[in-house]
């Protein structure tokens, strides 16, 4: 897997136009993986910034690979720019933003004929890094294969990472000199469970909040048309989120949010303006940014095309939705979460049913036909009334939905996309359980049944077996070693969710508090120190 075939090289290469000169040339170089598609790697902005900024560092030379389809020539992965195999890079880094793709790392390490496990590795083989979301949130599962976590933002650790390698360090020097640098991980030294590091704890290293006045704003390095977003400028304006809903990663993990100014942000889309017409912000909630309608303003007077993928409920207002409905947007979505206050407000969502019906019928006036309304079952507290309620929502809303559209003459949709609540590391909810996988399954039908009944309803619902599979990948340890290599030979995840119920369930559905000592009376959804220190990534703090 992985290489390319010599036309679609061609083909990716010559499409590419990058918004920055980058130096082809450096002593040093880097392998820089995205483990799946070209298509979806190339659309995350996190890798594309990391690329941006290693071929920043003086006599560093980053190329990319990917995890394409199976090649017949055998000769394992390739860098796309040079058409290297991995082996010749003395640094193999990864960004991985989804643990859905631990298999495709799996696989790409042995098919680059790079010993798989971390301790079967020698002097000349490459030091094999992991970045991105998954090595922040929980790196357990994968110390047994990495070398290096690099953990926090790319620009606390891309420059040292460039100090390291100019120095020639032998293999076992280079993995020591990373564990003394604050925000990387090293297994081999500070111990599967960072028992060596200072105070037995890894310290992210991410921006704070005042460093947004002055930040660069992370945007697309390669423009292509060869990606989901094509030829999508996306530019980072926030990062963090001020809500902080209790069930929410990115909310918790990022914080304090980092805002980047306005102005920062138009000056990167009028400089790129002459090479596309199609621009996305990025940001953990986009809206909730104190300066997006003069960033949306701008953007549109620079006769940008914008996208946004949701709206956080209280940022809706006429004239956000009136820039968006101009340029024949028609799709929308908001996360209400819950079907009604009392949950929401279990989950810190500060959203009253009046507010959510008042910004619905905001949104079917502008124009919009097809609201996409995320919901949770099985939250922490959910009750039968409440899932009730998720019914009565959705009906109370597409009736306000349905009047307002008649008035224009357009009648749109409601799609309620019904997920499961996952607990999420580091988050207040990190020691809730999954819900019993037969619960889930009976209220997806339940609601099935319901909107099936509404007209102008689209109802969405996750499989059981992608809930499960997901909260297991969240929260595993170092027992999912056996069930991850299965993954990585192709086992299908739902034969993996039943031959590995027993494993599985322990982990998302702990029977006992998996830390010595009495359970604890603290009140839901407040961290619990003893829980945490006991779970797979208790030994992850924040600088
Ligand atoms: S509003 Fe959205 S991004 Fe912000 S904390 Fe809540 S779920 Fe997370």
Redesign the pocket.
């Known amino acids: 897997m992985t290489r390319f075939p010599p036309d679609r090289r061609r083909t990716l290469l010559a499409a590419e136009r990058p918004t920055e000169a980058l130096s082809r040339h450096g002593r040093h170089r880097v392998a820089l993986g995205f483990p799946n598609s070209y298509e979806i790697g190339m659309s995350n902005l996190g890798f594309q910034w990391v690329y941006r900024l290693l071929n920043r560092e003086d006599d560093v030379a980053c190329e990319r690979f990917f995890a394409e389809d199976e090649d017949d020539d055998r000769r394992g992965p390739r860098t796309l720019e040079s058409d290297r195999p991995l082996g010749e890079f003395p640094l193999v880094a990864f960004s991985i933003s989804w643990e859905m793709d631990y298999a495709n790392f799996l696989r790409l390490l042995p098919a680059a004929r790079i010993p798989l496990e971390r301790d079967g590795r020698v002097e000349g083989d490459p030091v094999v890094l992991v970045g991105g979301d998954c090595a922040r949130i929980n790196p357990a599962p994968l110390t047994p294969w990495v070398d290096v976590f690099a953990m926090g933002d790319g620009e606390k650790l891309v420059r040292p990472l460039g100090e390291i390698l100019r120095r020639d360090l032998s293999r076992e020097r280079t993995l020591h000199e990373f564990a003394r640098i604050p925000g990387f991980y090293v297994p081999a030294v500070h111990g599967p469970r960072a028992e060596e590091a200072d105070e037995g704890r890894i310290v992210v290293q991410q921006l704070k909040a005042a460093d947004g006045a002055s930040r660069e704003p992370p945007h697309t390095t390669l423009l292509t048309p060869h990606t989901e977003l094509s030829d999508k400028l996306l530019i980072e304006v926030a990062r963090g989120?001020s809500?902080?809903?209790r069930?929410?990663w990115?909310?918790y993990a990022m914080a304090p949010q980092v805002r980047i100014p306005a102005e920062a942000v138009l000056e990167v889309a009028r400089r790129n303006r002459p090479l596309t017409s199609r621009a996305g912000l990025i940001a953990?909630?986009v809206a909730?940014h104190p300066e997006i309608l003069t960033i949306l303003r701008g953007l549109s007077a620079l006769d940008f095309h914008i996208a946004l993928s949701s709206v956080?409920i209280d940022a809706i207002s006429p004239e956000i939705l009136a820039i968006l409905t101009v340029q024949g947007e028609r799709a929308l979505a908001i996360?209400p979460e819950a079907g009604n206050e009392r949950l929401r407000l279990a989950l810190n969502?500060k959203v009253s049913d009046a507010m959510l019906r008042e910004k619905v019928r905001l949104i079917a006036a502008s124009g919009i036909t097809q609201l996409k309304l995320y919901l949770q079952i099985g939250l922490p507290g959910e009750t039968d009334e409440d899932v009730g309620d998720l019914v009565r929502l959705v009906d109370d809303l597409r009736r306000i939905f349905l009047d307002e559209g008649r008035k224009r003459g357009r009648i749109g949709t409601l799609v309620p996309n019904v997920n499961a609540f996952i607990p999420k590391p580091h988050t207040p909810f990190e020691n809730e359980v999954l819900d019993e996988p037969e619960s889930i399954a009976q209220k997806l039908k339940l609601l099935d049944d319901a909107f099936r009944k509404m007209p102008n309803v689209t109802f969405r619902g996750m499989p059981v077996v992608e809930a499960v599979w997901e909260a297991y990948l969240a929260k595993m340890g170092l027992e999912s070693g056996p069930i991850l290599r299965e993954a990585a030979a192709g086992v299908p995840v739902r034969k993996l969710v039943k031959e590995h119920r027993e494993t599985i369930l322990s982990v998302v559905r702990p029977i006992r508090p998996a830390f010595p000592g009495p359970p604890s009376d603290l009140p839901r959804g407040v961290f619990d120190p003893h829980a945490r220190q006991a779970s797979p990534w208790g030994f992850i703090h924040k600088s």
Request: proline share 0%; net charge neutral.
């Open positions: 989120c809500e902080m809903c069930f929410c990115a909310a953990t909630a909730d956080k996360a969502k």
